[in-house]
């Protein structure tokens, strides 16, 4: 994996929960700028899959194994987009909190999949 990767897409994730954490203390539901932030982090995970699956298909082994490293992966890239879902459905300062939930679980997948990845 690239350390650099994975800290890029923990710092982003933090700041949008630092961002949307922000806008449900103003009491405000996310917003389009919300879900832009929400497309770069989703972009910077689907970077991260593309990095991951390259590098074990090069060879390289996942210290904990390949399915729980790629399993991993895989929710890393899908906690943001489903968070940001149920922010649609929730138009009021919970969508918010939601979508920061989202971001800060992300960023535990990261230094989990740092820890799979390295052993």
């Not at 933090?14 to 922000?22: D, G, I, P, R």
């Given at each position: ?58 060879g390289e082994q996942a210290h904990d194994g390949s399915v729980i490293f790629v399993s991993y992966l895989i929710g ?16 009021t300062r919970w969508g918010s909190v939601t979508v920061a939930a989202g971001a800060v679980v992300l960023a535990v ?11």
């Amino acid at each position: 994996m690239l350390v650099a990767l994975t800290v890029a897409l923990s710092v982003a994730a933090l700041a949008l929960a630092a961002w949307c954490a922000h806008a449900a203390y103003r009491d405000q539901p996310t917003k389009d700028w919300h879900f832009i932030g929400m497309a770069v982090v989703t972009v910077l995970a689907l970077a991260q899959l593309v990095v991951g699956v390259v590098r074990l298909a090069r060879g390289e082994q996942a210290h904990d194994g390949s399915v729980i490293f790629v399993s991993y992966l895989i929710g890393a890239l899908f906690a943001v987009p489903a968070a940001g879902f149920l922010s649609l459905t929730e138009r009021t300062r919970w969508g918010s909190v939601t979508v920061a939930a989202g971001a800060v679980v992300l960023a535990v997948l990261e230094v989990r999949l740092h820890d799979i990845w390295k052993g």
